[in-house]
């Protein structure tokens, strides 16, 4: 007979391969975890894991046993889902990985009608243009800028957004006089931090220029806003966003309008579970309703 406990932390550390962040998740000691590996190895009469300067990492063995694993953790998740309360409401904690101007300007504005038909689960808004894993646990929800081509994943596109080119009015340097793509040689721009994005959805200057004089970047979108506000230069911005500010102005619409995609990521171990599944439907909603 196995023991969840010996299961959970194996899974845990395939997916941290360090014993002290494996530890921090479960909220046990490393050495509960190391002992708990022993003893399934003992069980299976094998090795799961090798050790490396890199982590623990899985054998081949190991691999084997993450497939049977993972299907018990996805049914004890769904008997804690449905057998947790004695009442049927859906409950629990949910953590969805989301672009900052996603998250900041669109699903963190619509939550109280989330709360209001679903008040006992709880959100973890991971708001930034940081890559997280599903299939780590990193997060369990995640709105990606393109389809993932591998792994047990499910997918499905929400809706396109734009990028536009803006300037604020405080700008001082006659935005009304660029007429075209080459004018743009001789302004500044805001941007992200290059060695930083980790999409390369993001990459949104090089697609106009890969010469333009960045006076400023930042990994946040918000800062990147406010830069642009306030007169720094000019920079490219999510249309869903910058054509609500009234001090900003469109410049060369015609010809920079830059397509992008959101889609829903999830772990098809995870995707029967209520509240995984009504974060999905509630996000699903409000970004083709609101963006579209």
């Known amino acids: 007979m196995f023991n969840w406990n010996d299961l959970n932390s194996f899974l845990t550390l395939s997916r941290c391969l360090k014993l002290k962040l494996a530890s921090k998740r479960l909220k046990v000691e490393s050495t509960t975890i190391a002992r708990r590996i022993s003893r399934l190895e003992n069980k299976l009469n094998t090795n799961l894991f090798n050790k490396s300067p890199k982590g623990y990492l899985l054998t081949e063995k190991g691999l084997e ?63 930034d243009t940081k890559s997280r894993s599903l299939s780590n646990r990193e997060t369990d929800i995640l709105i990606s800028l393109s389809r993932p081509t591998k792994g047990r994943l499910l997918a499905w596109k929400l809706c396109n957004y734009f990028v536009k080119l803006y300037g604020s009015k405080k700008y001082g340097k006659d935005i009304e006089k660029i007429s075209d793509i080459k004018d743009l040689s001789n302004h500044n721009f805001v941007s992200y931090v290059d060695e930083l994005i980790e999409f390369p959805q993001l990459n949104y200057l090089k697609e106009i220029n890969k010469n333009l004089n960045v006076v400023f970047s930042s990994n946040s979108l918000r800062s990147q806003l406010h830069a642009i506000q306030s007169g720094v230069g000019l920079g490219l ?56």
């Open 237 to 292: 911005l999510h249309s869903f966003i910058a054509d609500n500010e009234k001090n900003l102005v469109s410049v060369l619409h015609e010809l920079i309008n830059i397509k992008r995609e959101y889609w829903i990521v999830i772990h098809e171990n995870l995707y029967n579970l209520q509240r995984i599944k009504a974060v999905a439907g509630f996000i699903t909603k409000i970004l083709r309703k609101r963006i579209l």
């Open 65 to 127: 046993l993450i497939r049977y694993a993972e299907k018990i953790e996805n049914e004890i998740f769904g008997i804690n889902d449905n057998f947790s309360k004695s009442n049927p409401t859906i409950s629990g904690k949910v953590r969805l990985s989301v672009g900052e101007g996603l998250g900041v300007e669109i699903i963190s504005k619509h939550l109280n009608s989330f709360y209001s038909k679903y008040p006992e689960i709880e959100i973890e808004l991971l708001a």
